[in-house]
């Protein structure tokens, strides 16, 4: 039998690609239906992430044009994490896989073949990893790279040059319902999840119309986010680092003393306001680090849903 496979796409602001790319997903969506790859029951799944423009107009429409589109609105800007986990939820009981990916056009849409065939070889999650970058912006790129150093080396498991463009089989989906986290960091979670995973690599593209949305502010909260809620070893560098710290102190304070006692005591101000601003600086980021992970555990107590839909295509046609 042949899967049933729901293309999840998050769009936010997206009137300028929409219209573009949309038909794209669908032509990729029929051309793996001919080829006897996945059943003509699969379809096109957006994701509504509270835009302000008329995205999700657009998605209305399309819905009317084919039976193919279907789409889903969340309440409000939630976030790109959220728009996408939304999605796999959304589609998790209706489908055997899903593949996530964004709706700019930057993802090459052929490695969406690759990824099957890799399902149909027993592979439950198929991760897309970018070949090159070389239609990045110098800044992008550098930006991008760091981030993925940052995570790996602050212990949070990510797979290098893998954004959100993945299949998972449904089984996984289910298995993941369960990660209860309200703090997502996607491309984190699903390595723990399990399963057998392999990789497939394409090469990036430009994104077609619009802007990205995800500007330097965005991409560090996104590490932070990775860091905080996929690791605990920041805590301990924070603990490493005091006790280097103390032993420095301790050394001083033994030089301090000696040359006190010989007499040679210098007026001190400005080691003494040194001394000071180093270690409340040290102090002041460590209480920052330890308040990121309590205001994580904060947001987890209070169990408040990940995402809320507001609208469906399918209610609206069952209303017309
Ligand atoms: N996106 C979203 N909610 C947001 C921001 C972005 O659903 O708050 C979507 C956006 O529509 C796109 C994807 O997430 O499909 C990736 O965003 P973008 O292309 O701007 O990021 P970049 O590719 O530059 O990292
Ligand atoms: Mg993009």
Redesign the pocket.
Known sequence: MTPILYIV????N?QAVLPITAPQFLKKLQDLTAAGKISDKSRVLFVN?GSRDETWNIICDLARQDEHYIGISQSR?R??QN?VLAGLMEAKDSCDITISI???G?DDLNAMDAMIDCYAEGYDVVYGVRSSRETDTFFKRFTAQSFYKLLSAMGAEVVYNH?DYRLMSARVLREFADFREVNLFLRGLVPLVGFRSTTVSYSRAE?IAGE???PLKKMLALAVDGITSLSVKPLRLITGFGAFVAVISFIGCLWALITAICGKAVPGWASTTCIVCFVSGVQLLGLGIIGEYIGKIYLETKQRPRYIISERTGDMQKTE
């Open positions: 796409i998050p769009c936010y997206e992430d800007n976030g790109h728009a964004d709706c700019d930057q954004a994104r990205s949305h995800y």
